[in-house]
């Protein structure tokens, strides 16, 4: 089933005989689902399955849904304070990024890797599912002395110093149901565990419904730092690196394509800079782009006479990495949204966390001095 068709049932939209029976059948099997998470989830909590730590801070980044949230952009902003700190540079402690993301089969980074290398350029970013692994390698090989795990918060074998969540305020619980009857990851419960929620693309819905997110989450976790963020439109890039101000697209002809976790906050975003949105194609997450899609693209942009063809980082990502010629053929460019996230409140808070953790004053940690630092929280 399309990712789009499949949102349109978990969320009731489709209301049909038979998409009422599906969804009853999907609420049995989340049951089943959530059942052995809240069992592992208890075996962590009361020490039965163990946590591997490492000689090194690890903050993790994550969500509770599935799709996109912001992590990414957050994981670049994280990065961005811990290269700022004044006090690691006199240190010289080395920032290693984890994730379970993907490369090409040429062994090329491809997706939020790619993305991750580019936009943080003195990390070693290393591609393990295996979390452990990942940062023993970090540690032993590379000496990094700080370790960001990227979409880490349902990794427990990998014991952290610090855990920020996202969430995203246009669908902050994924339809209120785990997978596959909603879009959680695990119960909202789990969010008792978070040391803070960063809340992405406020701007993107009412202040009212930003509020009354606060109010449930505070509910779940009352001692939580939340911070609220927007999604910034910095220009956007095309082949060679051309870049192109917001300014001059306005008045031009943009169609719109992705193969991300939400793309109706991409779609947002463009109405929201005032762009003319000619027309739009979604693929699923994780799309693998062929010569036949661009193809696709190019012919259906055409029809409809727009000027440029415009889609996320990731998927320009993707699409490059695969080296297809169609993309260098084509009459109309193609070209990426460059996207930066913005903390417009709680910064300080979330701040003076990161800080705590990287000085080891959050959990027993070792620091980059390789001292142990006692559980002290200010």
Known sequence: MKQDSFRRLISGRSSSLLARMVRLLLGVAAHFYSTPIKIRNLLYSKGLLKTHRVNAVVISIG???????????????????????????????????????????????????????????????????????????????????????????????????????????????????VLPAGLLREPVTALKRADAVVVTRCDQVAEAEVEELERQLQLINPDMPIARSIHTAVCAESL????????????????????????????????????NLAGSKVYNDHHHYTDRDIADIHEDAGRLEADFIMTTQKDWSNICNSNLPTLNSQDI??????????????????????????????RKTKTCKGKIARLRRP
Request: charged fraction near 30%.
């Open 63 to 177: 969500n509770i849904t599935t799709g996109g949230t912001g992590k990414t952009p957050l994981v670049i902003w994280l990065y961005s304070k811990i290269t700022e700190n004044s006090k690691l540079k006199t240190k010289d402690c080395k920032c290693a990024i984890l994730t379970r993301g993907y490369k090409t089969k040429k062994g090329k980074l491809a997706g939020e890797p790619a993305i991750l290398a580019k936009s943080c350029p003195e990390a070693k970013v290393i591609v393990n599912p295996d979390r452990v692994a990942g940062a023993a390698e970090a540690v032993s090989k590379w000496n990094a002395s700080i370790l960001v795990l990227d979409d880490g918060f349902q990794h427990r074998r990998l014991g952290r110093d610090l855990d920020i969540v996202t969430i995203d305020a246009i669908r902050p619980f994924g339809y209120g149901k």
């Open 240 to 275: 060679g690196r051309r870049k192109f101000s917001i300014e001059e697209l306005k008045d031009r002809d943009i169609f719109a394509f992705s193969g991300i976790g939400n793309p109706d906050a991409f779609l947002g975003t463009i109405r929201k800079l005032r762009l």
């Open 333 to 362: 460019p193609f070209m990426y949204l460059v996207v930066e996230l913005k903390l417009v409140s709680g910064e300080d808070k979330i701040t003076q966390l990161i800080e705590d953790a990287l000085a080891g004053k959050i």
